[in-house]
Nanobody, 115 residues
């Protein structure tokens, strides 16, 4: 079992930065693939970035070069550093843990990019 709690969302102007954090509890964290997904109003949830237990990362094309995912297994935490934010990045961002084909989700944190 994994429990995920996101934090760090908020309102930011275009071009600004935010850092999302996801604190995980549970013994499987270090073996789980972690990821960030987002869902904008009226749209389906989409993948933003993932990082596996070995630190290999994957990004959606829309965020490559602007977002960075990282993890610290000693702290049971995964982060999403978001730079050069655009209005189209506005969404609820969800932390995900995937282990043995099971998905665990956090409650989500709102990110709004607006002037």
């Amino acid at each position: 079992q994994v429990q995920l709690v996101e934090s760090g969302g908020g309102l930011v102007q275009p071009g600004g930065s935010l850092r999302l954090s996801c604190a995980a509890s549970g013994s499987i964290y270090s073996r789980a693939a972690m990821g960030w997904y987002r869902q904008a109003p009226g749209k389906q949830r989409e993948l933003v970035a993932t990082i596996n237990s070995g630190g290999v990362t994957n990004y959606a094309d829309s965020v490559k070069g602007r977002f960075t995912i990282s993890r610290d297994n000693a702290k049971n935490t995964v982060w999403l550093q978001m730079n050069s934010l655009k209005p189209e990045d506005t969404a609820v961002y969800y932390c995900n843990a995937r282990y043995l084909l099971l998905d665990y989700w956090g409650q989500g944190t709102q990110v709004t990019v607006s002037s």
